[in-house]
């Protein structure tokens, strides 16, 4: 088993500037251990000059900044006022933390790690700063957000779209949010209609929010050094939201980006999507409810004539040709509109979701806005 290097567990500890920056340079020749998280969470070890040893668990994205440069840059570049509460998701060890707080009122900092709040408590302590930083220790997808002004976080990107979407469609106003995204990720948020990475992840992010790129971040800025290479963008809550149901959009998303290459009209005729939707809406149509097997004669007619007015209503805004992905937001706020007047609501119904999963396109992220 490899053992962090001597030097690397003293720049966890984060024992003053200069080794900091010693640890950076010479970061290539540490020896870590990155493990896959195995479920039971390691108390640190000492080895023989009792430095605690600290391992990295590829599963909690634990990558740390080192670069002050980069870390210098994202606190400027947050606009942090000095009455500001900022909201840092996975501290880890503390390098931005310190920055924010030299920067800010307080900071929370939501850390599922046991060991990097330890981490972090000695450092903050070590820096005084224990009278303004509230430390949660939780996993900040499950745990409810306190109030605060901002979020600047480099965030472990396996829960970058649970996380955004918990921020963007949560219940707590906010100035903006500063991440540290995979470059791969970001470029999706940033996208427009038409770009190849246009998803339906941009598509509910930008309803409700503006993003900014910011700076693209070597992945040698980090240890250990990931795969990848990362972007930090700059969300801000848009003040004015379209006057649509929130959750009827996102399921409406869904449903149109199931299969994003294909057009509205394709995605809208696949029998098991139509029944569901037929059966969500079933007290606007008679209580016709289809069941997906043996459907009786009286059933299938009424199918078919829910059909019918599927494509009925595609045709009448010219959306039946036309493909999710090439779409801007007005226009498909537009066809929600045309399937609302009609009298055809997306709603989050276990049938209509499990339909529309099952004819989802694969996605590297699968997860809360894209799928
Ligand atoms: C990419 S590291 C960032 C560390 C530090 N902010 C930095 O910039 O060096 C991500 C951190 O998030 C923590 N983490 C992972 N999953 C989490 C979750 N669900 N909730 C809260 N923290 C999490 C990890 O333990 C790790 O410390």
């Given at each position: 088993m490899l053992r962090p290097h001597k030097n690397l567990c003293r720049f966890i500890n984060g024992l003053n500037h200069d080794q900091f920056l010693h640890c950076k340079r010479s970061a290539s020749s540490y020896q870590y251990n990155h493990r896959n998280h195995g479920g039971k969470e390691n108390v640190p070890k000492k080895d023989g000059n009792e430095e605690p040893q600290l391992y990295f668990y590829k599963s909690r994205g634990?990558?740390?900044?080192?670069n002050p440069r980069i870390l210098g840059s994202i606190v400027r570049k947050s606009?942090?006022?000095?009455t500001d509460t900022v909201l840092e998701i996975g501290?880890?060890?503390?390098n931005l933390t310190l920055k924010l707080l030299e920067a800010s009122q307080k900071v929370i900092a939501i850390e599922i790690d046991k060991r990097m709040v330890e981490v972090l408590h000695r450092r903050v302590a070590e820096h005084k700063f224990e009278d303004r930083i509230c430390v949660i220790r939780e996993d900040a997808l499950k745990c409810e957000f306190p109030r605060f002004d901002l979020v600047v976080a480099n965030i472990p990107y396996g829960i970058s779209s649970p996380l955004v979407a918990k921020l963007v469609y949560g219940a707590i106003p906010f100035r903006s949010a500063t991440l540290l995204l995979q470059k791969e990720f970001a470029r999706r948020l940033l996208a427009n209609p038409?770009?190849?990475?246009?998803n339906r992840l941009a598509v509910n992010v930008k309803l409700v929010a503006d993003v900014e790129h910011v700076m693209d971040v070597s992945k040698?800025?980090?240890?250990?050094?990931?795969?990848v290479d990362s972007s930090v963008v700059i969300i801000r809550p848009k003040k004015e939201v379209p006057e649509v149901n929130l959750e009827e959009w996102r399921s409406f998303t869904r449903t149109c980006f199931g299969?994003?290459?294909?057009?509205l009209g394709a995605t809208f005729k696949q029998k098991r999507m139509l029944m569901a939707l037929m059966n969500s809406n079933s007290e606007s149509f008679n209580g016709q409810g289809v069941e997906?097997?043996?459907?009786s004669s009286s059933s299938e007619k009424g199918f078919n004539s829910f059909k019918a007015k599927i494509i009925e209503i595609l045709k009448s805004g010219s959306f039946?040709?036309?493909r999710p992905a090439k779409l801007c937001n007005e226009e498909l706020l537009h066809l929600l509109a045309l399937f609302n007047q009609a009298g055809i609501y997306f709603r989050d119904g276990s049938e209509l979701q499990d339909a529309e999963r099952r004819a989802l396109a694969d996605d590297a992220y699968g997860s809360e806005l894209e799928d």
């Open positions: 634990q990558h740390i900044l080192t606009a942090i006022r000095p501290p880890g060890t503390g038409g770009d190849s990475e246009y040698r800025d980090f240890v250990p050094c990931p795969k299969k994003k290459n294909k057009t997906e097997e043996g459907c039946e040709d036309k």
